[in-house]
């Protein structure tokens, strides 16, 4: 495969718009970079400890941009019944997202039900979660 380097073509030469597989702007250590998946995911550092939460009903944890160019997110988790599981996400630090709109969160009160939770529930029964990239796989416990 021939790669083409914007340094390559001279002001008057022709360029085929099929000769150009990728269009980079800006900078990749500041700049998000829309055209890799990395610049779409976020990771679970090694130092947030994953078994506490998934051994309780709640917890929360801190992803990191891939690129390191997006800001820290927290994510909490609760479970209120067997049936319902809340995923809240926000901004780890408020400070570094200055014109940034807050997301929309359902109230407690509309989200949460009366039913109870079997007893010994752990979140670790309905869910598994990937580090990185981050990822949860809802799962269905037959036996509750």
Request: aromatic letters at 12%; hydrophobic letters at 35%.
């Amino acid at each position: 495969m021939k790669t083409l380097g914007f340094q390559a073509f001279k002001l008057d030469q022709k360029v085929l718009f099929s000769q150009i597989s990728t269009i980079l702007y800006g900078n990749s250590k500041k700049d998000l970079n829309l055209c890799m998946m990395k610049g779409y995911e976020y990771y679970i550092p090694e130092t947030e400890n994953l078994t506490l939460t998934l051994n309780s009903t709640n917890g929360s944890f801190i992803l990191k941009h891939s690129q390191n160019v997006l800001p820290d997110l927290k994510v909490t988790i609760r479970m209120f019944d067997r049936e319902l599981i809340n995923v809240k996400w926000t901004w780890a630090n408020d400070s570094t997202v200055i014109g940034k709109r807050a997301h929309f969160e359902v109230p407690d009160e509309i989200a949460n039900t009366s039913r109870s939770l079997p007893f010994g529930a752990k979140l670790g029964q309905y869910i598994t979660i990937q580090r990185n990239p981050f990822q949860m796989n809802f799962t269905q416990n037959v036996g509750t």
